[in-house]
Structure formats: C-alpha cells, structure tokens
T-cell receptor
Framework: GDSVIQMQGQVTLSENDFLFINCTYS??????LFWYVQYSGEGPQLLLQ?????NKGSSRGFEATYDKGTTSFHLQKTSVQEIDSAVYYC?????????????FGTGTTVSVSP | EAAVTQSPRNKVTVTGGNVTLSCRQT?????MYWYRQDTGHGLRLIHY???????QIGDVPDGYKATRTTQEDFFLLLELASPSQTSLYFC????????????FGEGSKLTVL
C-alpha cells in the first residue's frame, strides 16, 4: 500500500544552522506531497505543498523539493531560528485516489537552540 | 481562519470505560477526520467522513467507532477503552477530499489507566 517514510526522528541545531529533512514515499499513482508543522501544544498546520508537476514549493523561508527518480522529497531552510523548533511531518495524497485522507510520516522533531 | 474545536481537551478513564471525544468545525467543510498521534508512529488515521451520516474506515480503526451527526459534528467513541488507546487524538476538517489543506483542532489527550 501507499506509504511515507521519515527516517529522522530528531534533529538538533543551533540558530542560523541549515535544516534538511528528508522523506521517501511509495505509491503507484501520481502523488501530491506536503509538509506540515506542529508547534508545541497545537495541532499540525500545513506549511507547504509540492506537486510532481512543479517539483518545488516554498513558504515562510522553507523550501521543499521533490525527486521523482528516488521518490523522495525534502524540506530545507537556510538559516533556522529558535521559533522554528517544532515537529515537521511529511504527508502524501495519491492523485489517483480522490477522497482518500492524507498519509503522514512519523514526524521529525527539530530543536533549535539560541 | 478555519476553526476546529475538540472536547474534552483532557480525559482520564479506566480500562473498560466508555469515552466519547467530540469535534465541531465551523468552516462548512465536507470532510472530517480523526487521527491519533503517538511517538514513533506519527499521525495515524482512525476514521473519516465526507458528510453527515457517512463514515469511512481509516488505517487503525480497531476499538473505535465514529459518527458524523451533522456537517459540523464528528464524534469518536471508545466503548471499552484499553491502555493501548492512551494517546493524543486530533480532529481535522477539509473542504473536500482532494485538497491537502487539513485544519486540525488542538487535540484531546486521553489516558486509559
């Protein structure tokens, strides 16, 4: 079945460090890929979307790109700040399964120290 | 801004107890979802619905029932709670089934002793 794998469980950084989180996916269809962010005490919220048509997405200083060859997509930010400390989830919707809920990865906890 | 409200925010019950988690959205969204969040597992879909009276089975439905009474209200029912159902539960809504934009509530922490 469809799946999303997020290998990095925890990332610890200092302010102004470079952030990179990777996800791999498996599907027989044409997926749309998403990154969600969850701040402490809140529900997840959509950060950005990447379609296989444009291969990229960006929002709030974050950039996501997609590699069809390796069926992977990643999230990066050039210079993180303490306020970026959160849990980041990758998620996928198969374009061929309208009405199917999103499939989420297991989440990456990002901790940024000042 | 989309609004999804969950209640209760915290609940403690005993094994075998009966629990109902409530979710209300005021966005006129068609789709509503129940997820559970656990360390090492991320967000896992329990049930979802695309309208009043409709129910779709998610990926981890065992031990859970759900009912969508109106477009606004979606309930998650645990009739015989077990310690393995101790978790943080999130409700979410979306305008349709093709969007990736889900609006989540703030979560309901359930502890089963």
């Amino acid at each position: 079945g469809d799946s999303v794998i997020q290998m990095q469980g925890q990332v610890t950084l200092s302010e102004n460090d470079f952030l990179f989180i990777n996800c791999t996916y498996s599907t027989t269809g044409y997926p749309t890929l998403f990154w969600y962010v969850q701040y402490s005490g809140e529900g997840p919220q959509l950060l950005l979307q990447v379609t296989t048509a444009n291969n990229k997405g960006s929002s709030r200083g974050f950039e996501a790109t997609y590699d069809k060859g390796t069926t992977s997509f990643h999230l990066q930010k050039t210079s993180v700040q303490e306020i970026d400390s959160a849990v980041y989830y990758c998620a996928m919707r198969d374009g061929g399964q309208g009405g199917r809920a999103l499939i989420f990865g297991t989440g990456t906890t990002v901790s940024v120290s000042p | 801004e989309a609004a999804v409200t969950q209640s209760p925010r915290n609940k403690v019950t005993v094994t075998g107890g009966n629990v109902t988690l409530s979710c209300r959205q005021t966005n006129s969204h068609n789709y509503m979802y129940w997820y559970r969040q656990d360390t090492g597992h991320g967000l896992r879909l329990i049930h979802y619905s695309y309208g009043a009276g409709n129910l779709q089975i998610g990926d981890v439905p065992d031990g859970y029932k759900a009912t969508r009474t109106t477009q606004e209200d979606f309930f998650l029912l645990l009739e015989l709670a077990s310690p393995s159902q101790t978790s943080l539960y999130f409700c979410a809504s979306s305008v349709d089934g093709n969007t990736g934009q889900l609006y989540f509530g703030e979560g309901s922490k359930l502890t089963v002793l």
